[in-house]
């Protein structure tokens, strides 16, 4: 995937994060905002080792 894909999904899984919290499903926006942390984390990480 390039980049900009990466960043798009990142931002999708944020977003819907906000959007859960705002709604009061607190559980699922703690899961989302940790797996838009995680995965951009494992980004960072493979960037970083090539």
């Known amino acids: 995937m390039s980049n900009v894909n990466k ?25 989302l905002f940790a797996s838009a942390a995680i995965y951009s984390n494992i980004v960072m990480r493979t960037k970083l080792s090539n």
């Not at 931002?11 to 559980?27: H, N, T």
């Open 7 to 31: 960043d798009i999904i990142i931002g999708l899984i944020f977003i819907a994060g906000i959007w859960s919290f705002i709604s009061g499903q607190f559980i699922i926006s703690t899961v």
